[in-house]
């Protein structure tokens, strides 16, 4: 059954992607390009405030109840960057210290190893989300995407998920 085709790109039958086989996501705005056991890659696509059609990938790296340490790499004011740390903070709280200002965030991932990286989770493009995180991406409400990611709002895919106020999710299900 056909609930929504939003400009052609995402349809959605009974929360499954029709455009893959077996798509491990749920989420029905992710369309996945390239999936394995441990890892998928995909892409989201939507308007931007000015209107322009645009898409960015999303990765599913991080698990969502998991506490990492966290770097935030806002600009200020006057036009230097600054780097900022976070530690022990989930990804579901990390939304929390995104503003206008955040050009990048990274989390340290360890390894079975002992050995750990600092792995980009969301990157910026023009303003506008690059890749991001299934993880964060999910937890990101309505009144954050305003106050932080001002090019980013996107009433008619808010729609698609059940945005109804400031408090939803804006790329999650909202029933």
Same mark, same amino acid.
């Given at each position: 059954?056909?609930?929504f ?13 029709t455009?893959?086989? !077996?798509?491990?996501?749920?989420n ?15 892409t989201? #696509?939507?308007? !931007?405030?000015?209107g ?8 599913n790296?991080?698990?969502?109840k998991?506490?990492?340490?966290w *770097?935030?790499?806002?600009k #200020? ?9 976070? !530690? ?12 206008? !200002? ?8 360890e ?11 969301? #990157?910026?493009?023009?303003? *506008? ?16 995407m ?30």
């Amino acid at each position: 059954m056909l609930i929504f085709n939003y400009n052609k790109l995402i349809t959605i039958t009974h929360n499954i992607m029709t455009n893959t086989v !077996d798509n491990p996501v749920t989420n029905p705005i992710i369309n996945i390009n390239n999936a394995s056991e441990d890892h998928w890659y995909g892409t989201v #696509c939507q308007s !931007d405030s000015g209107g322009k059609y645009f898409q960015f990938s999303v990765t599913n790296h991080l698990d969502p109840k998991k506490k990492y340490n966290w *770097r935030t790499v806002g600009k #200020c004011q006057a036009g230097f960057l600054t780097i900022f740390e976070r !530690d022990e903070v989930t990804p579901e709280e990390m939304s929390y210290y995104f503003s206008k !200002d955040t050009k990048n965030v990274q989390v340290y991932k360890e390894f079975e190893n002992g050995k750990g990286l600092w792995v980009n989770v969301m #990157c910026f493009k023009g303003g *506008r989300f690059y890749s991001v995180d299934k993880s964060i991406l999910e937890n990101l409400n309505i009144s954050t995407m305003h106050s932080a990611f001002p090019k980013m709002v996107d009433y008619n895919l808010w729609e698609v998920v059940g945005a109804k106020n400031h408090s939803h999710m804006a790329y999650k299900s909202n029933k």
